[in-house]
């Protein structure tokens, strides 16, 4: 089957940057992508969606808006998260995931989701 794969992950200090890559084993067309996170003991988070046919369609959680930015690149099958101005709060495991068929409406929940990855390792230290 089709699955997704992340890279990027890594330790930073606060403030700092990181990008995060997925690609995808099957076309990213006609999907909802996502980017989600999990602490320690703590609940997976939605972080960032987008709608692979119109890149214009995204959403962010609260905390992170301003701060990161989902791009997608359907011709690589890569969907991408900058992350800027990183906080010692945004550690975490980082998944990518993937809905596919016709994404009505870009979305946080994790339940939206049929494809994940293994999740890549975010560090930030303050």
């Known amino acids: 089957g089709v699955d997704v794969k992340e890279s990027g992950g890594g330790s930073v200090q606060a403030g700092e940057s990181l990008t995060l890559s997925c690609v995808s084993s099957?076309?990213?067309?006609?999907?909802?992508m996502g980017w989600f996170r999990q602490a320690p003991g703590k609940e997976r988070e939605g972080v960032a969606a987008?709608?692979?046919?119109?890149?214009?369609?995204?959403r962010y959680a609260e905390s992170v808006k301003g701060r990161f930015t989902v791009t997608i690149d359907n011709a690589l099958n890569t969907l991408t998260l900058q992350m800027n101005s990183l906080k010692s709060e945004d550690t975490a495991l980082y998944f990518c995931?993937?809905?596919?068929?016709?994404?009505?409406?870009?979305?946080?929940?994790?339940?939206?989701?049929?494809?994940w990855g293994q999740g890549t390792q975010v560090t930030v230290s303050s």
């Open positions: 995931a993937a809905k596919r068929g016709i994404c009505w409406s870009p979305s946080l929940l994790a339940s939206q989701y049929n494809t």
């Open positions: 099957g076309s990213t067309m006609r999907s909802c």
């Open positions: 987008i709608d692979s046919e119109d890149a214009h369609r995204t």
